[in-house]
């Protein structure tokens, strides 16, 4: 079993950065890939990134060279840093872990989730 909780969220304006944190614990962190989903209201869950347990990434095309997603081992860790925001960003963002990084998609096949943290964005 993986405990996943987010957090960062927040209110933030156009052009804004926020950095998200999860915080995983339970099962051996380093062995999953691990990613961020969101969900904005009335839409479908849609991937982010995600990050390999090697550390390779992969990102959607609507947060390319504005967002990054990286991992801490030591500190059981993912974090996504979010620039440059849009109010189209607006969204409860989900952490997610899987021991396969292609179940980590907008399918919502990944084994483990956490809680969601609130992502606002004003224009």
């Known amino acids: 079993q993986v405990q996943l909780v987010e957090s960062g969220g927040g209110l933030a304006q156009a052009g804004d950065s926020l950095r998200l944190s999860c915080a995983a614990s339970?099962?051996?962190?380093?062995?999953?890939?691990m990613g961020w989903l969101r969900q904005a209201p009335g839409k479908e869950r849609e991937f982010v990134a995600r990050?390999?347990?090697?550390?390779?990434?992969y990102y959607a095309d609507s947060v390319k060279g504005r967002f990054t997603i990286s991992r801490d081992n030591n500190r059981n860790t993912v974090y996504l840093q979010m620039n440059s925001l849009k109010p189209e960003d607006t969204a409860v963002y989900y952490c997610?872990?899987?021991?396969?990084?292609?179940?980590?998609?907008?399918?919502?096949?990944?084994?483990?989730w956490g809680q969601g943290t609130q992502v606002t964005v004003s224009s």
């Open positions: 997610a872990a899987d021991l396969d990084p292609l179940a980590i998609a907008g399918s919502g096949g990944a084994e483990y």
């Open positions: 339970g099962r051996t962190f380093v062995n999953y890939a």
């Open positions: 990050i390999r347990r090697g550390g390779s990434t």
